[in-house]
């Protein structure tokens, strides 16, 4: 496997906005109903939370997947618990860049002061459970008939890694 983790910059928008559309228009992996164009990507990258990663990996200048977290809820107490989403490219899935992208996400919310990861899967995703429960995450619940997209209802598991973090503050 060639290719590294780096940042996401605002230029790398219109790749990411490729790898996610069909994720949106075909699927109920994400709960959004419009894909988002470059522009719209461009503003998510630039407006996410200073305390959250944002990676893509890249190869030989081709981003090829990416993977980021966001604030879990907004009230104050939530604020050491981070949801994180993982995104490859059709055509680079099980080559393990999932599983690179999700550890370096983690490495990063470790090295933050986080104290838990979650990620939410609209069941059923067997390569997304797959992913997580080889990254150590544990299923901790599941939200029935939480969404509905494409004619149907669908169940949304949940899944937590417990980080490092030992101090309270
Ligand atoms: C989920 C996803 C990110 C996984 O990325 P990937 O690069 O294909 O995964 P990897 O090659 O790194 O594999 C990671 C682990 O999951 C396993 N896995 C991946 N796809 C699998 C599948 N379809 N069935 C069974 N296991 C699978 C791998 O064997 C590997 O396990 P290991 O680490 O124990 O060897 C990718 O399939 C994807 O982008 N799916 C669409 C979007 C999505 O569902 N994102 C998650 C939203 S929460």
Redesign the pocket.
Known sequence: MTGRVRTATPEDAGRIAVIYRP?VVGSA?SFEIDAPGEEEMRRRILNLPAAHPWLVWEDEGLVQ?YAYSTELRSRAAYRFSAEM????DEA?????????LCQAVVDELEKRGFANAF???TLP????V??FT?MNFEQVGVWRAAGFKLGMWHDVGWWQRRLSRTVEQ
């Open positions: 994720i992996v997947g989403s993982v995104y490859v680079f899935r099980g080559r393990g860049l999932g599983r690179s990620a939410a899967i995703n067997p390569s997304s797959a992913l080889s």
